[in-house]
């Protein structure tokens, strides 16, 4: 009877230790680009193609001091802070508005409006980007900020996440606010978005990563050097006679340091925000 009782335990211990190594080596085999790339950074340009070193040998800095004082990185820095603060206040502030009208307004066309949200979410932005060029030529807002900005806006989860929530909360509060003379406008920043900042926040941050480390659009519609975002002005970092892989990688660094520094800062919100939009999408 014993042998029966220990056995099922023993092959699950077995069974959790194998999955526990499979996510060390899928954890490894991700992190090694990544490591890779910053000790390349830190070789010297001879060293880069000479020798293959997990660890270098006599670590320099000029490749990051050479991406500062020959680029206009700190100008593409303010374009990407720009761009990310700007789509991420814009979309965080009209998914809360259109997800709290949805849920909480009646209006001519509420279901056909959501259904055209939901369906839009099977559209993948990427189908859309010949006509958001076009578009934006025409308008002439090519190289700007706000060209940049627009078409990213599309961001129909955080709609549907903020209506979710939006449908969850008692209905007694909103009876309550409404008995002491609330209007709509109360209702939504002081009742309903108060209640939801946790959601806010996650939606932000991971609203904020998504749209710093954006590539194919702003590469598209900033043409000019000096309206690149960080992303997109690294692929300039090259040699005159060749692309310095040393230089290169530095730049993809110092273009990624914000964004991870972000995640590590706020990995709770930014998991959260992961598992909200994978609640939908499934």
């Known amino acids: 009877m014993s042998d029966k009782h220990v056995t099922p335990a023993r092959r699950f211990d077995l069974g959790a230790t194998l999955l526990t190594l499979l996510t060390i080596i899928a954890a490894l085999i991700w992190f090694f680009p990544v490591y890779w790339g910053i000790v390349t950074s830190l070789r010297h340009d001879d060293q880069t193609v000479k020798d293959f070193a997990l660890i270098p040998m006599d670590p320099t800095l000029k490749n990051y001091i050479f991406d500062i004082e020959n680029s206009n990185l700190p100008i593409w820095y303010l374009n990407s802070t720009i761009v990310s603060v700007g789509v991420t206040f814009l979309v965080v502030f009209m998914g809360a508005c259109t997800g709290f009208a949805i849920s909480?307004?009646?209006?001519?066309?509420?279901?056909?409006?959501?259904?055209?949200?939901?369906?839009?979410?099977?559209?993948?932005?990427s189908a859309l980007i010949v006509n958001h060029f076009i578009i934006i030529a025409d308008i002439k807002l090519l190289n700007t900020h706000v060209g940049i900005i627009l078409p990213m806006l599309i961001a129909p989860v955080t709609v549907i996440v903020y209506k979710q929530f939006f449908d969850g909360l008692p209905k007694e509060f909103r009876e309550a606010a409404v008995m002491d003379g609330a209007t709509e406008f109360n209702l939504f920043f002081r009742v309903f978005?108060?209640?939801?900042?946790?959601?806010?926040?996650?939606?932000?941050?991971?609203?904020?990563?998504?749209?710093?480390?954006?590539?194919?659009?702003?590469?598209?519609?900033?043409?000019?050097?000096?309206?690149?975002?960080?992303?997109?002005?690294?692929?300039?970092?090259?040699?005159?006679?060749?692309?310095?892989?040393?230089?290169?990688l530095a730049g993809a660094v110092l273009a990624g340091l914000p964004v991870a520094t972000a995640y590590l800062l706020f990995q709770r919100r930014v998991t959260q925000a992961i598992t909200l939009s994978a609640g939908i999408k499934g």
């Open 104 to 125: 909480q307004l009646n209006f001519p066309g509420r279901k056909a409006l959501w259904w055209m949200i939901l369906a839009s979410f099977m559209v993948p932005v």
């Open 193 to 248: 978005l108060p209640m939801n900042w946790g959601v806010t926040t996650a939606l932000a941050i991971i609203t904020f990563i998504g749209a710093w480390n954006s590539f194919l659009w702003p590469f598209l519609a900033a043409q000019d050097e000096m309206m690149m975002t960080v992303t997109v002005g690294i692929t300039a970092v090259q040699d005159t006679f060749g692309v310095a892989y040393g230089r290169v």
